[in-house]
Nanobody, 120 residues
Framework: QVLLAESGGGSVQAGGSLRLSCAAS?????VTWFRQAPGKEREWVAI???????LYADSVKDRFTISQDNAKNTVYLQMNSLKPEDTAMYYC?????????????????WGQGTQVTVSS
Protein backbone atom coordinates (compact mmCIF):
# COMPACT_ATOMS: atom_id res chain seq x y z
CA GLN A 1 0.00 0.00 0.00
CA VAL A 2 1.36 3.40 -1.01
CA LEU A 3 0.04 6.59 0.55
CA LEU A 4 -0.07 9.80 -1.49
CA ALA A 5 -0.29 13.35 -0.14
CA GLU A 6 -0.85 16.38 -2.35
CA SER A 7 0.05 19.95 -1.49
CA GLY A 8 0.49 23.29 -3.19
CA GLY A 9 -3.02 24.17 -4.25
CA GLY A 10 -4.46 27.64 -3.78
CA SER A 11 -6.05 30.61 -5.45
CA VAL A 12 -4.41 32.53 -8.26
CA GLN A 13 -5.39 34.98 -10.95
CA ALA A 14 -5.53 33.98 -14.59
CA GLY A 15 -2.06 33.91 -16.10
CA GLY A 16 -0.48 32.97 -12.80
CA SER A 17 1.38 29.85 -11.72
CA LEU A 18 1.18 27.18 -9.05
CA ARG A 19 3.25 24.12 -8.29
CA LEU A 20 1.56 21.05 -6.89
CA SER A 21 3.46 18.34 -5.06
CA CYS A 22 2.60 14.68 -4.57
CA ALA A 23 4.60 12.91 -1.89
CA ALA A 24 4.48 9.12 -1.94
CA SER A 25 5.26 6.76 0.93
CA UNK A 26 6.86 4.28 -1.47
CA UNK A 27 7.92 3.65 -5.06
CA UNK A 28 5.48 3.11 -7.91
CA UNK A 29 5.74 2.57 -11.67
CA UNK A 30 3.94 5.75 -12.55
CA VAL A 31 2.40 8.82 -10.97
CA THR A 32 -0.34 10.83 -12.56
CA TRP A 33 -2.54 13.85 -11.95
CA PHE A 34 -6.27 14.03 -12.47
CA ARG A 35 -8.59 16.95 -11.84
CA GLN A 36 -12.28 17.29 -11.19
CA ALA A 37 -14.33 20.44 -11.52
CA PRO A 38 -17.74 20.73 -9.81
CA GLY A 39 -20.37 18.80 -11.74
CA LYS A 40 -17.84 17.26 -14.11
CA GLU A 41 -16.12 13.91 -14.40
CA ARG A 42 -12.60 13.39 -13.19
CA GLU A 43 -10.24 14.33 -16.03
CA TRP A 44 -6.74 13.02 -16.66
CA VAL A 45 -4.06 15.75 -16.77
CA ALA A 46 -0.54 14.33 -16.95
CA ILE A 47 1.55 11.27 -16.11
CA UNK A 48 5.20 10.51 -15.46
CA UNK A 49 6.75 7.06 -15.51
CA UNK A 50 9.66 5.81 -13.46
CA UNK A 51 12.18 6.36 -16.27
CA UNK A 52 10.95 9.90 -16.87
CA UNK A 53 8.62 9.54 -19.83
CA UNK A 54 5.78 12.06 -19.64
CA LEU A 55 2.40 12.48 -21.30
CA TYR A 56 -0.01 15.40 -21.15
CA ALA A 57 -3.63 16.07 -21.92
CA ASP A 58 -4.04 18.42 -24.87
CA SER A 59 -5.75 20.98 -22.64
CA VAL A 60 -2.60 21.48 -20.54
CA LYS A 61 0.19 20.71 -22.98
CA ASP A 62 2.78 23.51 -23.17
CA ARG A 63 1.45 25.04 -19.93
CA PHE A 64 1.91 22.29 -17.35
CA THR A 65 5.07 20.32 -16.62
CA ILE A 66 5.22 17.11 -14.59
CA SER A 67 8.51 16.13 -13.00
CA GLN A 68 9.81 13.86 -10.27
CA ASP A 69 12.42 13.69 -7.55
CA ASN A 70 13.02 9.98 -7.10
CA ALA A 71 15.15 10.48 -4.00
CA LYS A 72 12.19 12.15 -2.29
CA ASN A 73 9.47 9.98 -3.91
CA THR A 74 7.81 13.23 -4.89
CA VAL A 75 6.18 14.27 -8.15
CA TYR A 76 5.54 17.88 -9.07
CA LEU A 77 3.06 19.53 -11.40
CA GLN A 78 4.20 22.98 -12.43
CA MET A 79 1.21 24.87 -13.78
CA ASN A 80 1.83 28.06 -15.74
CA SER A 81 -0.47 30.39 -17.68
CA LEU A 82 -3.38 29.21 -15.59
CA LYS A 83 -6.90 29.76 -16.90
CA PRO A 84 -10.23 29.89 -15.06
CA GLU A 85 -11.11 26.57 -16.69
CA ASP A 86 -8.20 24.98 -14.81
CA THR A 87 -10.17 25.47 -11.60
CA ALA A 88 -10.69 22.05 -10.04
CA MET A 89 -9.72 19.67 -7.29
CA TYR A 90 -6.42 18.12 -8.36
CA TYR A 91 -5.71 14.52 -7.39
CA CYS A 92 -2.46 12.64 -7.46
CA UNK A 93 -2.72 8.94 -8.32
CA UNK A 94 -0.25 6.11 -8.82
CA UNK A 95 0.02 2.41 -9.49
CA UNK A 96 2.51 -0.42 -9.27
CA UNK A 97 2.00 -1.35 -12.91
CA UNK A 98 3.02 0.52 -16.01
CA UNK A 99 -0.21 1.62 -17.65
CA UNK A 100 -1.03 3.75 -20.65
CA UNK A 101 -4.80 3.57 -20.40
CA UNK A 102 -5.05 6.64 -18.15
CA UNK A 103 -8.46 5.90 -16.74
CA UNK A 104 -9.42 6.49 -13.13
CA UNK A 105 -9.82 2.73 -12.69
CA UNK A 106 -6.23 2.07 -13.80
CA UNK A 107 -4.71 3.65 -10.70
CA UNK A 108 -4.90 1.96 -7.34
CA UNK A 109 -3.45 4.66 -5.11
CA TRP A 110 -5.04 8.07 -4.67
CA GLY A 111 -4.42 11.17 -2.62
CA GLN A 112 -7.08 13.31 -0.99
CA GLY A 113 -6.77 16.15 -3.49
CA THR A 114 -5.77 19.79 -3.41
CA GLN A 115 -7.95 22.64 -4.62
CA VAL A 116 -6.83 24.98 -7.39
CA THR A 117 -8.91 28.07 -8.07
CA VAL A 118 -8.13 30.43 -10.93
CA SER A 119 -9.99 33.73 -11.07
CA SER A 120 -10.42 35.86 -14.17
Amino acid sequence: QVLLAESGGGSVQAGGSLRLSCAASGSTSCVTWFRQAPGKEREWVAIIYTRGTTLYADSVKDRFTISQDNAKNTVYLQMNSLKPEDTAMYYCAADDKWTTRLRVSDFGYWGQGTQVTVSS
